[in-house]
């Protein structure tokens, strides 16, 4: 028999500083820490908000929170890129075809804050400053662009005007000499105008889309634009495009520190420093501010147990559920590295660190784009069907980001259903935290009820009690209430509660 899920419940609010809007108390959560805990009971938890810093759980007050996090996911075997993935894909895929890595005209690191207080955040630019007379330009720019009769007429109409001109005043000068002593005078030729012999002026465009009709022998046909060849392609194309007699090869590899002990301690060092530099230089960190013990317990001590999925027994080629780092390693270097979760319904992003000396290739987004790719490769085995974000932050625009990954849906913070996030942004403009399910009279169909909380194991001293008996020694169940709610009546039956 597998071993129960073991946490610690924090019964009082914790109120700390906001790691978006900078509030010195406006973010408020409760917790509890996890000594264990099963991957199916963590996919309950998260589809209800919560989410981990190792071995620390925390689901946000949604409606007292200075920033609203919810809960958001991409529906991964849907996703398709935008121009502007396929274009971070692109750029890293001839940086390794060439082994050449263009600067940026500006150097600006990604913006990256920490999940809750760190989360992912992948490169956000500022909107250049449009020109005041923008409109003028733009209609300057669309009147140069008429058909080229109307500027042939026009161009007629001018040089018979200068020509009518000129007869009547053969002495006249473009500016008087005595104004700008330095100009000098010249004749000014009278123009004849195009020859009506001769068929008008035409795009080269239009000429050759008549020669194409021309030869296709269909003079009412009309030409469709031809696709761009990138315009079909998969996801899996656009990272999957390396050749043989590339400079550098990007390589892969899934770590799974917990389990894999004598493997860990190869990249233990590796990773701490490749962590530490990035906080010093995209955060900003000062150099004592990062220690090892602190990274281990933030990225690689993990509550969740790995559990193999019994269809896969046996086979290396399908990971089990529960924590990894998957490794980027560029030949032999090691770049950046991804922490993930993969669990019974999702892979789950936890965090995300590259190595700064190579932050023009976007790898915050590239991450990102391969963890996508990761969840669609494990459909097949796993049946994961999702890739989970973390939390969209509406009221940080820096946090936005997230949304770019289509389709997505953002989790309801009354009913926890999901709802197209598209469905979400116009409500979000308005209010910050707003109910995103529309049948109002839709409910928690996890809302933990009294029979529910009774059935909770908890351990007291050294004795295991059902909380029916154990509620008779308590002043208030008020606190046990609030937990029942926030962790629903699933996970409320299948875990174990420690008290003092």
């Known amino acids: 028999m597998a071993s129960p899920s073991l946490v610690s419940w924090y019964p009082k609010k914790d109120q700390q500083k906001c790691g978006y809007c900078k509030s010195p108390s406006g973010s408020i959560m409760f917790g509890m820490w996890a000594h264990s805990l099963k991957v199916e009971e963590y996919q309950n938890l998260i589809d209800r908000g919560w989410r981990r810093s190792g071995h620390?759980?925390?689901?946000?007050?949604?409606?007292?929170?200075?920033?609203?996090?919810?809960?958001?996911?991409?529906?991964?075997?849907?996703?398709?890129?935008?121009?502007?993935?396929?274009?971070?894909?692109?750029?890293?895929?001839?940086?390794?075809?060439?082994?050449?890595?263009?600067?940026?005209?500006?150097?600006?690191?990604?913006?990256?804050?920490?999940?809750?207080?760190?989360?992912?955040?992948?490169?956000?630019?500022?909107?250049?400053?449009?020109?005041?007379?923008?409109?003028e330009i733009i209609k300057e720019r669309d009147s140069k662009e008429k058909n080229t009769d109307q500027e042939n007429q026009d161009k007629t109409d001018e040089n018979q005007t200068i020509s009518g001109v000129l007869q009547n005043n053969t002495d006249i000068n473009v500016a008087q000499s005595d104004t700008n002593p330095t100009?000098?005078?010249?004749?000014?030729?009278?123009?004849?105008?195009?020859?009506?012999?001769?068929?008008?002026?035409?795009?080269?465009?239009?000429?050759?889309?008549?020669?194409?009709?021309?030869?296709?022998g269909s003079p009412c046909q009309n030409i469709a634009p031809q696709p761009s060849k990138s315009e079909g392609k998969s996801l899996e194309e656009?990272?999957?495009?390396?050749?043989?007699?590339d400079k550098h090869k990007l390589t892969l590899k899934l770590i799974d520190p917990t389990n894999s002990p004598n493997e860990w301690k190869k990249y233990e060092r590796l990773e701490f420093d490749l962590y530490r530099k990035y906080q010093n230089i995209i955060h900003n960190d000062p150099p004592h501010k990062n220690s090892l013990e602190g990274f281990l317990r933030f990225l690689v001590k993990t509550p969740l147990k790995r559990q193999v999925h019994p269809d896969h027994k046996g086979n290396p080629r399908v990971p089990a559920f529960g924590s990894y780092h998957q490794q980027y390693w560029l030949d032999d270097k090691l770049i950046a590295v991804g922490v993930i979760d993969i669990l019974p319904k999702c892979v789950s992003a936890v965090y995300f660190f590259y190595d700064p000396d190579y932050r023009e290739l976007t790898l915050g987004t590239y991450g990102a784009l391969k963890e996508v790719q990761f969840a669609r490769e494990l459909y097949p085995t796993l049946g994961i069907p999702y890739y989970y974000m973390g939390f969209y932050v509406h009221s940080c625009r820096k946090m936005r980001y997230k949304g770019n990954l289509h389709p997505s849906d953002l989790l309801c913070p009354e009913t926890c259903h999901w709802c197209p996030i598209e469905k979400c942004v116009d409500r979000l403009d308005k209010t910050k935290y707003c109910r995103f399910n529309e049948d109002q009279s839709a409910s928690d169909p996890e809302e933990c009820?009294?029979?529910?909380?009774?059935?909770?194991?908890?351990?007291?001293?050294?004795?295991?009690?059902?909380?029916?008996?154990?509620?008779?020694?308590?002043?208030?169940?008020?606190?046990?209430?609030?937990?029942?709610?926030?962790?629903?009546?699933?996970?409320?039956?299948?875990?174990?509660l420690i008290v003092d």
């Not at 759980?57 to 996703?79: A, Q, W």
């Not at 195009?194 to 030869?215: G, H, S």
């Not at 656009?238 to 007699?245: C, M, R, V």
Request: proline share 5%; glycine share 4%; charged share 40%.
């Open 449 to 496: 009820t009294r029979e529910d909380l009774d059935s909770l194991k908890i351990i007291a001293g050294n004795m295991l009690l059902s909380y029916k008996t154990f509620k008779r020694t308590l002043d208030s169940e008020e606190e046990f209430k609030i937990m029942g709610d926030l962790i629903g009546k699933k996970t409320v039956k299948s875990l174990v």
């Open 56 to 135: 620390y759980c925390y689901k946000p007050v949604m409606d007292e929170t200075c920033c609203p996090l919810y809960t958001i996911r991409c529906r991964s075997l849907e996703f398709q890129p935008t121009k502007s993935q396929k274009k971070v894909m692109k750029k890293l895929n001839r940086f390794l075809k060439t082994g050449i890595l263009k600067e940026r005209e500006k150097k600006e690191p990604e913006n990256e804050t920490e999940e809750g207080c760190e989360e992912r955040i992948i490169n956000d630019r500022e909107c250049p400053k449009i020109s005041d007379n923008i409109e």
């Open 183 to 216: 100009f000098k005078q010249r004749a000014v030729k009278t123009g004849l105008g195009p020859d009506p012999n001769r068929p008008p002026c035409k795009k080269a465009k239009i000429l050759r889309q008549e020669k194409k009709i021309k030869k296709l």
């Open 238 to 245: 656009f990272l999957n495009d390396f050749g043989d007699d």
